[in-house]
């Protein structure tokens, strides 16, 4: 997976990120194909970021289906299709807390022994 950040004008960001899965096993004697997806999210930050509005849309490509196949003994199996991965959501968050942390030094001094 790969995620990428983009920052446009207004202070509004643009998110791309991506998934690959392999050809990995599904069942006992099923293989499922490699398959992956894309998704896209335009978000904007208020109030040093403790609000957040989000639209986001999943496997724009419609690429993540569910291929697989097998064979055990006479039975050769094949199956495929798509789940419901393409979505469109609105979300929107806000942080009511807020909470510094400070920082810690720390001197390991087997370090210096060695």
Not at 2 to 10: G, Q, Y
Not at 51 to 75: Q, V
Request: aromatic fraction near 14%; glycine fraction near 8%; proline fraction near 1%.
């Amino acid at each position: 997976s790969a995620t990428n950040s983009i920052f446009l004008p207004a202070g509004i960001t643009l998110e791309v990120s991506g998934r690959y899965y392999s050809k990995r096993q599904g069942g006992s004697y099923e293989v499922s194909k490699s398959t992956g997806s894309v998704d896209v999210d335009l978000n904007k930050s208020w109030y040093d970021g403790r609000m957040r509005l989000s639209l986001l849309m999943t496997d724009i490509f419609h690429t993540e289906r569910w291929d697989s196949y097998g064979i055990k003994d006479a039975l050769n199996i094949s199956s495929w299709g798509y789940g419901e991965s393409r979505k469109v959501m609105l979300r929107f968050s806000y942080s009511f807390g807020k909470q510094k942390f400070e920082k810690v030094d720390k001197n390991i001094e087997e370090l210096n022994r060695l």
